[in-house]
């Protein structure tokens, strides 16, 4: 810290392993009582994966764009089936949109939980990081991971395997689970339906900053479900649109210091996507257990607080565990697995909720199938630019903080948001710069 | 039982190195762990094995292609090898978690190779390319030791 011209000047910086230099980055500098600069750059947009698919056939977009994302393939492969399905004119049939929808539930349940417990609860709770908490509460630890492991085991019996699942194609899966292999997921996710409710209550009992944002909300929207695999994108200042409608009311902009893209929404600015959104949005859709344990925990209709982000993921999770168990409940095998697409010449567009928010996608492709045109938005870099409010917002309220705690809120800031790389973790390298 | 797990990104420059080697090992019939991006996987697949080789490439500072055999015995994997970058949870704390859990094969050993590229679409360092043969080597060596 110096005092220059008689005020104080500090600069808080983050960088991440070396390796992967230039991937993410946070840079935040103060002068006296004013946030002067934040940068914040966290994810790579996905343009060498569309330059990939250029060339290649239509069917191939679900395999190839899975590997974008470890954490997340399912939402990868759902976009762009959808759009690929959308320029085929193909509708699937209720039963296998239903198995997309339930392998998406394992999804949402392995992600928040890996999230919420491993990388976000030892914020709160004044731990370096997961390692630490588990010595002291290895019950919750061993919960968590249990947890986790049920919605592994959705993506294993329906996806095919957990990881980069196989079974799921355009035009439906090759092959559907028989009932009696979801039946015998029932326990486990009876088991893992209760655990979430005991988790929510337990993330519910934690600390929160007060710090609040007046968020404008993007997400899906469909009729009688809590958006997943399908629906409209919507806004709570009032945007209701067809996803392939997307482009004429977002841009994303280069932003020259680094290789990110600026998500706008025109007319309103910065966005927010993800589980807030998904929630302020359509929490009436939730199933009854979920309203009532976010009723509970004292949510309300809309959560402003991006530190409580960690009730809500917890909330989706109870949904999540909630909703497969109902889609084995009324499961009927399909006749056929899958729709076979013919390709026509055209532009598809996709759009489901990953979990950390909307993952858009938009293809063109010639008659015979091959992609002569890929673009895919994911999440974090659509809340690029609120990140970087709300630090902004965080430092403001936070100057009484020593550099070292300040840092920290900054990180956990960003942690709220569940951002697709390693910055989530703690294995970031501080360093702040005092001039 | 003894077995490898490969960490890393076909399409992430010299992060590819571990999918390679797990390509080569289970070609000569290695048993190999199956975690991708996300090596929590591992903590029900590796814990009742009496060794994990874990490949992953390394950024250190050595020079590029250089192979590292970490033995950390009981104590932590150093943290000052870049090990698993993009990873969410890395393959460091995971393995540091298996062990407050009792969920850790009973000894890990690292063969790291030091990388120099890897941005997303980057084409594999010559340098690592030319040790893919001496780490799957050393691996099968560990193995069957």
Redesign the interface.
């Known amino acids: 810290m110096s005092e220059l011209d008689g005020e104080t000047t500090r600069e808080i910086r983050t960088d991440y392993l070396a390796r992967v230099e230039g991937e993410g980055a946070m840079f935040v500098r103060v002068r006296g009582d004013e946030v002067e600069e934040v940068q914040f750059k966290i994810f790579e947009p996905p343009r060498f994966f569309e330059a990939l698919l250029r060339g290649r056939q239509f069917t191939e977009a679900p395999d190839i764009t899975a590997r974008i994302c470890g954490i997340c393939p399912i939402a990868y492969i759902a976009s762009s089936c959808n759009a690929m399905e959308a320029v085929c004119g193909v509708d699937l049939p209720e039963q296998v949109r239903l198995l997309r929808r339930l392998v998406y539930c394992g999804e949402w349940i392995e992600s928040h939980v890996l999230h919420t417990a491993m990388l976000h609860a030892p914020d709160f709770l004044g731990y370096h990081g997961a390692v630490e908490m588990a010595r002291d509460r290895r019950d919750l630890v061993e919960m968590a991971l249990r947890l986790k492991k049920a919605g592994n085991t959705i993506m294993d019996v329906v996806g095919g395997r957990a990881v980069h699942p196989v079974n799921l194609r355009v035009g439906g899966m090759y092959r559907a689970p028989s009932r009696s292999q979801l039946a015998a997921l029932v326990p486990e996710l009876e088991w893992a339906r209760d655990a979430a409710v005991e988790f929510t209550r337990w993330v519910a009992g934690f600390e929160f900053p007060d710090f609040e944002q007046d968020y404008t909300f993007v997400a899906l929207r469909e009729p009688g479900e809590y958006p997943i695999e399908r629906g409209r994108i919507v806004s709570s200042t009032g945007l209701d649109i067809d996803v392939s409608e997307y482009e004429q009311h977002f841009t994303e902009t280069h932003v020259e210091r680094s290789n990110a893209l600026h998500s706008t929404l025109t007319g309103v600015g910065n966005y927010l996507v993800g589980p807030l959104a998904r929630y302020a949005l359509n929490s009436a859709e939730l199933s009854p257990l979920a309203r009532e344990i976010a009723a509970e925990v004292g949510l309300g209709d809309v959560v402003r607080n991006p530190f409580r982000s960690i009730v809500v993921r917890a909330v989706e999770t109870v949904y999540a565990a909630d909703e497969a168990l109902r889609i084995i409940a009324q499961y009927d095998p399909p006749e056929r697995s899958f729709i076979e697409a013919v390709p026509h010449a055209g532009i598809g567009y996709g759009c489901t909720e990953a979990p950390r928010g909307i993952c858009w996608h938009r293809y063109e492709i010639d008659a015979a199938g091959t992609i002569s045109d890929a673009k895919i938005v994911p999440p974090t870099s659509q809340n690029q630019l609120t990140i970087e409010k709300d630090l902004t917002g965080v430092v403001e309220q936070s100057l009484h903080l020593t550099d070292a705690e300040l840092s920290h809120r900054c990180e956990q800031t960003i942690r709220n948001y569940d951002p697709c790389i390693s910055c989530a973790t703690h294995f970031l390298k501080l360093e702040v710069e005092r001039t | 039982m003894r077995a490898a797990a490969c960490l890393g990104?076909?399409?992430r420059g010299d992060?590819a190195v571990g999918p390679l080697v797990a390509d080569r090992l289970r070609a000569a019939g290695a048993t190999v762990l199956?975690?991708?991006?996300?090596p929590?996987?591992l903590?029900?697949a590796w814990a009742d094995l009496d060794l994990v080789v874990i490949v992953d490439?390394v950024?250190s500072g050595a020079a590029t292609g250089t192979v590292h055999r970490i033995d950390p015995g009981e104590g932590p994997l150093p943290r000052d090898l870049?090990l698993a970058?993009?990873?969410?949870?890395?393959v460091t704390?995971t393995l540091?978690?298996g062990r407050?859990?009792g969920r850790a094969p009973r000894r890990a050993i690292v063969i790291g190779v030091e990388?120099a590229a890897?941005g997303?679409?980057d084409p594999v360092t010559p340098a690592v390319e030319a040790a893919l043969d001496g780490v799957v080597e050393a691996v099968l060596a560990e193995l069957e030791a």
């Open positions: 990104s076909r399409y992060d199956d975690c991708d991006d996300e929590t996987r903590l029900d490439a950024s870049g970058s993009t990873h969410a949870f890395s704390d540091e978690l407050a859990l990388g890897f997303m679409g």
